[in-house]
């Protein structure tokens, strides 16, 4: 399978290069990402073979490498690809390649996977997400996990933080049925969404059954508001408190920047 469809660059590769040291390595990120290491780890163990959808840098393919998993991790973004292939060259069980989630009827995968997760908003690349439970529900064993990190559609963060700073085209984006992102002027734009917790449940329903949801970020900020936390300790651990206490509450994840929502193949 190849990405040669893909005569423009795509919309993560201009950020590949700097992604890890802006998100990836900050506190909040990591803090975040450590509750999803979590939740895969209750799932998945040594020598389950796991598809990663949206797999960006290969942080999460490599942290499951190194527990002993397989991991087949995929991305549209051949920036991205390239760096999560150098990330994980010293770790033969992970196999990294193109899949674009859009175009899921041109692509080979194995045949079977123990479970399949995608973290921090591939998912928000599609406008429905009946298609992509149908081709996993193929691929995916009985009783197998599909966990997924989603945008939330009512982040509380976003419109409160780009709206007090007069921004209220960001502010409000995530209302709309769609908005189109594009960080630079070549790459291809795409459309990404904010679908609903049941929005998502309902698309999967016909194969999967809903087992558990919970927000990441309720209380700690979207990425663009890392720095001006993340600067300020007393606040950061304050809003870190509240998270630990608070956070997992599943009432509160439609509130959240991204909710984890997790699926059992019927
Ligand atoms: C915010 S990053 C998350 C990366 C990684 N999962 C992580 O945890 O850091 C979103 C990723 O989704 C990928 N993506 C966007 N649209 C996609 C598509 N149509 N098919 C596959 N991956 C896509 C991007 O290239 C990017 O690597």
Known sequence: MGSGYMNQPQAFDPLAASYDSTFTDTQIGRYLRGIVQSRLALHFTAGNHILELGCGTGEDALWL????L???????SEGM??????KCAGHPSVQVQPLDLRRLDDTLLPDTFDGVFSNFGPMNCLSEWRTLAACLAQRVKAGGIVGLGVMSPYCVWEPLWHGLHGNWRT???RWRKSTT????AVSEPIE?????IKCITDDFAPHFRRTFVRGLGVFLPPSDVYGAVEKRPQLLKALMGLERRFGSLSKLALFADHYWIEFERI
């Open 81 to 86: 690809l390239a760096t999560a292939r150098a």
């Open 171 to 173: 502010a409000t984006r």
């Open 192 to 196: 990404v969404t904010y679908p609903t």
């Open 181 to 184: 992102f594009q960080p630079d």
């Open 70 to 76: 397989h991991v087949t991790a995929t991305d549209v």
């Open 65 to 68: 490498a190194g527990r002993g």
